[in-house]
C-alpha cells in the first residue's frame, strides 16, 4: 500500500470524523453524526491494519491485528449491550482510562523498540524530538488513565474506597504538591531530552499517574460532569502526542478532534456550572459542601402529596414545564414522562422540558434520555432559552433533579453559588418528586422543598409518574 493511498484515506477518515462532531452537535442531526463517526473509524482502523500487515510481514502480522480487532471488538459490544443509561457516565469514564493506558503502553513499547516504529534504525538512539513526544504523550496518558479511574469511582458511588467517594479530599499543601510534581515531570521530558535511559521515562510516567490523582480526588461530586469532559480532552492530547512520535497523521487528527472538542465542552460546562476554566485543568475547584450548609443540619417541615394531588394540578393548568434529572434516569422514567406529557397535551395544555446543562452525570445525559423517548425535539429547550419563561408557568415538575434547581447558587457563601440553575422557584406551583429529602450530588440542602408553593411527592419516578398519568382525567 502506497503512503499516497494511506494519507488519502486517512484524509477522508477525517473528514468523516469531522462531519460527526457536526452532526453529533444537535439531536435532530446525531444520528448522521454516528454514522460518520462510524464510516471514518472503520476506514481508519482498515488502513491502519493493512500498514501493519505490510510492515510486519504478511499473514502472521494481519493474525496479530484480527486477534486484537476481535477481542477489542468483542469486549466493547459486550459492554455497550449490557450498560445501562444511568452507568453510561462510568463507562465513558472507563473507557478514557482505556486511551491513556494505550498511550501509556505505545510509549513503553516505542521506547523499547524505536526501530519497529521507524523511529530509529535498529541500534541507534531515538532522537531528541521524538523522546520529548513520547514522554509527553505518556505523561498525560498516565494522568488521564489515573484520573479516570477515580471519576470511575465517584460517578459510580458504591465504593468505599475515600478516594472513590463523592466527597473531595483535601489536604494542606495540596496545590504546592501538584505544582512540585508538574515542575519535575517537564524537567524529566525536557530536561533529558538527549538520554537514552529508562530512568527518565518511567519516572514521567509514575509522576503523571500520581498526578492524576492529586488532580481528581479535590474535585467534588457536583462537578464530575466537567471531569468527564476535561478527562475526555486529555484522552485526545495523549493520542495526539503519540501520533506525532509515530509520525501517524490519523492519531494526530484524530486526537486532535478529541482533545480540541473536548476542551470545547469543558469550557462550556465551566460556564454553565460557573467555575474557572483554569481551575478546572489543575483540579482546585469542588468544593466541600459542608462548608455551604449540607443536608443533615436544621429539619424543616415540607408539604407532602399523592399522585392524585400532583395529577389534580397539573390537570387544571394552562402550561406545564418538566425538569428531569438524575433520579429520571435511575427510574427509567422517560417514557412513562412521555405518557404524561402525551396526555397532558391531549387536555390542550401546553407542555416543555426544561434541560440543564449540567443535569445528570455527564453532559447531554438529559437530551440522550428523552431522544430515547422519542420526546419532540420542539417540546426541549435549554436552560437559556425556558429561564425567562417560568415566571408564567402555572407547574413546573421537578423529577428526580436537585442541584440544578437549588436557589442556593443565588446565595452568596453557597459551595455552588453563581452556578445558573433552572428556576424552577419562579413557577407559580412547584412539584418535586424524589425518593427522599436526600440532598444531591453537591450534599446541598435544597430551599426549593420548602416554599410553600412546593409540593413533594415521594417514591420512584417512575411508578409516580404512572400513577399520575392515569389519575388525570
Not at 500487515?53 to 469486549?75: D, I, Q, R, T
Not at 473507557?95 to 498511550?103: E, F, R, V, W, Y
Not at 524529566?188 to 503523571?208: E, R, Y
Request: glycine share 12%; net charge neutral.
Amino acid at each position: 500500500m502506497s503512503m499516497n493511498l494511506v494519507t488519502l484515506l486517512y484524509l477522508v477518515a477525517s473528514v468523516c470524523f469531522i462531519q460527526a462532531l457536526k452532526g453529533l452537535s444537535h439531536p435532530t442531526t446525531s444520528i448522521r453524526g454516528n454514522v460518520f463517526g462510524m464510516a471514518g473509524m472503520t476506514i481508519a482502523v482498515v488502513t491502519t491494519s493493512a500498514l501493519i500487515v505490510e510492515l510486519a510481514g504478511g499473514v502472521m502480522g494481519l493474525g496479530w491485528v484480527l486477534l486484537g480487532l476481535l477481542v477489542g471488538g468483542s469486549v466493547g459490544a459486550v459492554m455497550a449491550n449490557r450498560v445501562e443509561m444511568t452507568k453510561m457516565p462510568e463507562l465513558v469514564a472507563f473507557m478514557h482510562s482505556m486511551i491513556g493506558l494505550a498511550a501509556v503502553f505505545i510509549a513503553v513499547a516505542a521506547v523499547a523498540e524505536p526501530w519497529a516504529f521507524g523511529i530509529a534504525a535498529h541500534g541507534q538512539p531515538i532522537p531528541g524530538g521524538n523522546r520529548i513526544e513520547l514522554a509527553l504523550g505518556a505523561f498525560i496518558g498516565a494522568i488521564t488513565f489515573t484520573g479516570s479511574v477515580i471519576a470511575f469511582g465517584k460517578l459510580s458511588g458504591k465504593y468505599k474506597f475515600r478516594l472513590f467517594q463523592g466527597k473531595p479530599v483535601q489536604f494542606k499543601g495540596q496545590h504546592w504538591l501538584n505544582l512540585l510534581l508538574g515542575l519535575l515531570a517537564a524537567f524529566f521530558v525536557f530536561g533529558f531530552w538527549h538520554s537514552q535511559s529508562w530512568i527518565d521515562i518511567v519516572l514521567v510516567i509514575a509522576l503523571g499517574f500520581a498526578l492524576g490523582v492529586l488532580l481528581i480526588i479535590p474535585i467534588g461530586g457536583a462537578d464530575m460532569p466537567v471531569v468527564v469532559s476535561m478527562l475526555n480532552s486529555y484522552s485526545g492530547w495523549a493520542a495526539a502526542g503519540i501520533g506525532f512520535s509515530l509520525n501517524n497523521a490519523m492519531l494526530i487528527i484524530a486526537g486532535s478532534l478529541v482533545g480540541s472538542s473536548g476542551a470545547i465542552l469543558s469550557y462550556i460546562m465551566c460556564k454553565a456550572m460557573n467555575r474557572s476554566f483554569f481551575n478546572v485543568i489543575l483540579g482546585g475547584f469542588g468544593g466541600d459542601a459542608a462548608a455551604g450548609g449540607a443536608a443533615g443540619g436544621e429539619q424543616r417541615n415540607v408539604k407532602s402529596g399523592s399522585a392524585d394531588d400532583a395529577a389534580f394540578l397539573l390537570g387544571n393548568a394552562d402550561s406545564v414545564v418538566i425538569v428531569p434529572g438524575y433520579g429520571l434516569a435511575v427510574a427509567r422514567a422517560q417514557h412513562a414522562v412521555k405518557e404524561l406529557a402525551a396526555k397532558l397535551t391531549e387536555k390542550g395544555i401546553t407542555v416543555r422540558y426544561a434541560i440543564h446543562p449540567v443535569a445528570g452525570r455527564m453532559p447531554g445525559h438529559m437530551n440522550v434520555l428523552l431522544a430515547e423517548a422519542e420526546v419532540p425535539y420542539d417540546q426541549v429547550f435549554e436552560m437559556e432559552d425556558i429561564n425567562g419563561e417560568f415566571g408564567q408557568v402555572d407547574v413546573a415538575i421537578v423529577l428526580g433533579a436537585n442541584d440544578v434547581v437549588n436557589p442556593a447558587a443565588h446565595t452568596k457563601g453557597s459551595p455552588i453559588y453563581g452556578m445558573p440553575i433552572l428556576e424552577a422557584y419562579k413557577a407559580k406551583t412547584v412539584i418535586v418528586n424524589k425518593r427522599s429529602m436526600a440532598a444531591g450530588y453537591a450534599g446541598l440542602d435544597n430551599a426549593l422543598f420548602y416554599m410553600d408553593k412546593t409540593m413533594m411527592v415521594f417514591g420512584d419516578a417512575k411508578k409516580v409518574v404512572e400513577d399520575i398519568t392515569k389519575a388525570i382525567e
